[in-house]
């Protein structure tokens, strides 16, 4: 009973395919995904534009369609800041869209973006790689010091997904970690999607930024206990066993 509003276009959606292993190890098969007609990209920017002027939230996730330009969350941000002035944009993305992301944003800042450690890196130019090994072995640090760097550029709340090492979170007024509850892995897929979800329901309910954390840890973690694409429901999370705790 979710509503959906479609934008037909000419290509086919991509397909992809993810295995799952007994121990939890994700392996993805991701299809390149359709290209998009000039004439498509505009009906999509003025379906979005329509739909925005009701919405609390706006998310826009995952990878670009062939034939768009690569700055086009930038682009969408700033049409969607000026459709719909009293929404709150959020952007989960990564690789050269992020990076593009990162190069707009004094033009075009979102409110939120959910990055990981690696496209953290990817935003700050700095090693996404080194601040997740940091992470897991308990040094948030670096992952602050790069989230604040995007906080005084513009992004209200930076939420840094960061797998069994749990999720900090930035924003102007200080930075928390969260240590997820435990859990026997199952899939990944998800995971990421569903910690957004999560915190953004417990802003929206009115939630402080500890408690949204909190909760967001805790779907990632129930959505990573699940097989397949399966997400998790409220009654499944384990916000009991999720610790935060306040790094500045």
Do not use: C
Not at 21 to 28: N, R
Request: aromatic fraction near 4%.
């Amino acid at each position: 009973q979710i509503p959906a509003q479609a934008v037909r276009i000419a290509d086919k959606v991509r397909i992809n395919t993810t295995v799952t292993e007994p121990d939890g190890t994700t392996t993805k098969i991701n299809d390149p995904g359709p290209a998009l007609s000039q004439a498509e990209q505009r009906s999509l920017i003025s379906s979005l534009e329509g739909l925005a002027a009701k919405a609390e939230w706006i998310v826009m996730a995952g990878s670009l369609p062939q034939g768009v330009p690569v700055d086009w969350y930038s682009q969408l941000t700033a049409a969607l800041r000026t459709a719909a002035p009293n929404a709150r944009i959020a952007v989960d993305t990564s690789d050269a869209p992020m990076q593009a992301l990162g190069a707009n944003l004094d033009a075009a800042a979102p409110h939120l973006i959910k990055p990981n450690g690696l496209e953290l890196g990817q935003l700050t130019d700095t090693d996404g790689l080194a601040l997740e090994k940091a992470a897991k072995e308990g040094d948030f640090s670096g992952v602050v010091e790069a989230a604040r760097v995007v906080v005084k550029r513009g992004i209200d709340e930076v939420l840094v997904t960061l797998g069994g090492a749990g999720a900090v979170l930035v924003t102007a007024q200080g930075a928390w970690k969260a240590t997820p509850p435990p859990v026997t892995v199952r899939s990944t897929v998800g995971a990421g999607d569903s910690s957004l979800a999560g915190y953004i329901l417990a802003r929206k309910a009115g939630k402080d930024f500890a408690a949204a954390l909190a909760q967001s840890v805790a779907y990632g973690t129930a959505a990573a206990g699940l097989p397949g694409t399966q997400i998790p429901a409220p009654e499944t999370l384990n916000i009991e066993e999720t610790t935060v705790s306040l790094l500045s």
